[in-house]
């Protein structure tokens, strides 16, 4: 009963369509043809009566068709009002006042405030339009059918309006999702790609400084490692930049795959080795699944090594079966200085949300006896549909 009492309101406070378009080529053409048929009409039809002269007022009000869009309520006032006054004046003289058979072009108004107009507008409206309507058909003396049936033509017309109107924001809250969806993966993307090789730039630079003054070859050292890694970001922001161009093919987007990680199993002059072991049916295994495996592998070996204290080894494991693939990255850090659990901080949201995505899960917690271990748990296929 709440949802019905509050309904009055809630069309009240609705807003008017973003955008209305105003009067444009067809809008006139449009005007123009209704122009000519009423014209010829009223010619056809006009007698040497002062009652002729609503055919006329029928013509006059023609020109609402150019800003039934952007000022619907105006012209449903102008238009409607106009032959309101004329079935008010048949009921008061009891003269037959004739009308255009052109002015069926008025359906477009009521269309046009329901699907353009503010709540307020078609809360205003709705009633002159049912009122002119009602007077049409009493000065007109139609029968029941008649009634139900001119009642009826106007209702459809204010119920496509609605549809179409929702309809086009159904499908403009659907294309801001896939745009919110979008930019989280960039987002993501960015983190996993540009902020690994960063990271890693700014370790080495800031190793390379402490040991410059005692050992100078390690600033060497660092610099060369801090130069490989410019340049593989220089190399993921390219392919990134290509796949976001509009002309550009899709097929040059960055798009890693499991049989990628064993570039990651490198041997680092200082920190933990990386040991890679993949075991299980890979073949037919989903793009975005495979990808999303080495994003997640990446960004924990990242983490592991930049929070790891003591650590020598980080293990990476991937085991497929006929159902699912599972991720475990585990490494051999000292927990006495381990991060708590609860200081979560974009990496690990990034890696949960990827794996939900592609209806999967994904843990990150203190290993039992020494280190920290991620697991991650995906379906073959990504996400049922």
Not at 100 to 126: D, K, N, Q
Not at 201 to 224: C, F, H, K, T, Y
Not at 322 to 347: C, I, K, M, N
């Amino acid at each position: 009963m709440s949802q019905v009492s509050d309904l009055p309101r809630l069309v009240w406070s609705e807003p008017r369509a973003s955008h209305p378009p105003g009067p444009g080529k067809r809008d006139w053409v449009l005007l123009g043809v209704l122009v000519v048929i009423g014209l010829l009409e009223a010619t056809a039809r006009l007698e040497p009566s002062w009652t002729s002269a609503s055919l006329m007022v029928g013509v006059a009000v023609m020109p609402t068709v150019l800003w039934r869009r952007s000022r619907p309520l105006l012209m449903v006032l102008l238009a409607f009002g106009a032959a309101a006054a004329i079935d008010l004046a048949s009921l008061v003289t009891g003269s037959e006042l004739p009308r255009l058979h052109a002015t069926v072009f008025m359906l477009l108004l009521p269309y046009s405030l329901f699907r353009w107009g503010a709540g307020r507008e078609v809360i205003v409206g709705l009633p002159i339009m049912l009122i002119s309507a009602s007077l049409g058909l009493i000065s007109d003396r139609a029968k029941v059918s008649d009634v139900i049936g001119g009642f009826a033509v106007l209702l459809s017309a204010v119920a496509l309006g609605a549809a179409v109107r929702y309809r086009a924001r159904a499908r403009s809250q659907e294309l801001e999702q896939v745009k919110l969806r979008e930019r989280e993966q960039l987002a993501r993307d960015l983190h996993d790609t540009v902020a690994h090789h960063v990271s890693a730039i700014a370790i080495r630079a800031q190793a390379g400084l402490a040991m410059s003054s005692r050992n100078p070859e390690a600033a060497v050292d660092a610099l060369r490692v801090i130069a490989t890694e410019a340049s593989r970001t220089l190399t993921e922001m390219r392919a990134m930049v290509r796949f976001l161009r509009r002309d550009e093919s899709a097929d040059l987007a960055p798009n890693p795959r499991i049989a990628d990680l064993e570039r990651l199993a490198v041997r680092p002059a200082e920190g933990p080795d990386v040991e890679i072991d993949i075991s299980g049916d890979l073949d037919d295994l989903s793009p975005s699944v495979s990808a999303a495996i080495f994003r997640l592998a990446q960004e924990s070996i990242t983490n592991a090594r930049r929070h790891a204290r003591h650590a020598t080894r980080i293990e990476v494991g991937v085991t497929a079966d006929e159902a699912s693939v599972r991720l475990r990255v585990s490494d051999d850090g000292d927990l006495t200085h381990a991060r708590p659990f609860a200081a979560v901080g974009y990496g690990l949201i990034g890696m949960i949300e990827r794996a939900e995505l592609l209806g999967g899960t994904c843990h990150a917690g203190p290993s039992p006896e020494r280190g920290w271990t991620v697991t991650a748990v995906l379906p073959r296929r990504g996400p049922a549909t």
